[in-house]
């Protein structure tokens, strides 16, 4: 008796919570629908936009429009632009729908899907004896085995847990996967711009990048999702924003100098990766 009232007042307190953030937000009532259409005006993530309010900062919004014409994006732009919150904020979107709240965006329109996945963060399994690249692969293998045409896949850096050359093939490899065999909708965010270039040859897939102005020589992120290629991931701008030594910052930025004069030879859909590596 008192686990079933706890629990009826647990559900309570989720539909009032809901309800409350929703008034509060400007949340609005999502259109669900049977096909793979998706179609998101003015996303946002609520805990990112508290966070950001509570700071005195506005969130700005994107949208997340698929049809099967572009079902696959590949999403790159600099670190700390933004892909990351995207990706957990498109997700997130489809499934508060899907429980039947309202969603923090202008407008939804979204096709119901039968699985979620998710290939997000780095982390070891101690316990198992898994390695962090482990972990990775098992999770990917996962999706590739279970996720069907109905099914939406965000995936974060595929292949960033082992070197240059294996990761890329194995990204490349799973991009093909996805689009080729599950036909599934995608949003994969990669540093790997070679993945990039690969999005025009396929049907389905386009290139959406973060974007950044120059203001004053000094990148400034806008937050904001638009099409096209990011050209550089500013990787060297954060480590320094972290506290890294100025001399290793700059042997660092003389190091990526030398390596993007010996940069292979852009990639072509089922080419094979070049073997030889650019990682310091």
Not at 57 to 82: F, H, K, Q
Not at 111 to 137: C, H, N, P
Request: glycine fraction near 8%.
């Amino acid at each position: 008796m008192i686990g079933r009232v706890a629990q009826a007042a647990a559900a309570l307190d989720l539909v009032i919570g809901l309800a409350q953030a929703a008034a509060e937000g400007g949340w609005t009532e999502p259109q669900l629908h049977n096909g793979t259409e998706l179609a998101i005006e003015g996303g946002r993530h609520p805990v990112a936009e508290a966070r950001l309010e509570a700071d005195g900062r506005s969130y700005v919004a994107n949208d997340c429009l698929m049809e099967t014409r572009n079902r696959m994006w590949i999403i790159t732009g600099p670190n700390m632009a933004g892909k990351s919150t995207f990706l957990r904020q498109t997700a997130l979107i489809i499934l508060m729908a899907q429980i039947g709240s309202f969603v923090p965006a202008r407008h939804a329109q979204i096709g119901v899907v039968d699985r979620m996945y998710s290939r997000i963060g780095s982390g070891d399994d101690l316990a198992a004896g898994k390695s962090t690249f482990m972990v990775e692969m098992e999770e990917t293998a996962t999706i590739l085995q279970e996720a069907t045409v109905q099914s939406f896949v965000i995936l974060d850096e595929i292949g960033r847990g082992t070197a240059t050359s294996d990761g890329l093939a194995i990204a490349q490899a799973t991009m093909e996967c996805l689009h080729n065999t599950i036909a599934c909708r995608t949003l994969l965010a990669t540093h790997y711009h070679e993945l990039a270039e690969l999005a025009d040859a396929y049907e389905g897939a386009v290139s959406m990048m973060m974007d950044a102005t120059n203001e004053m020589n000094e990148e400034a992120f806008t937050y904001l999702i638009a099409p096209g290629k990011a050209g550089n991931s500013y990787g060297l701008r954060v480590a320094r924003m972290a506290g890294l030594p100025e001399s290793v910052s700059c042997r660092a930025e003389a190091l990526l100098s030398e390596r993007q004069q010996l940069r292979p030879q852009n990639l072509q859909p089922g080419s094979r990766i070049p073997h030889k590596s650019n990682d310091i």
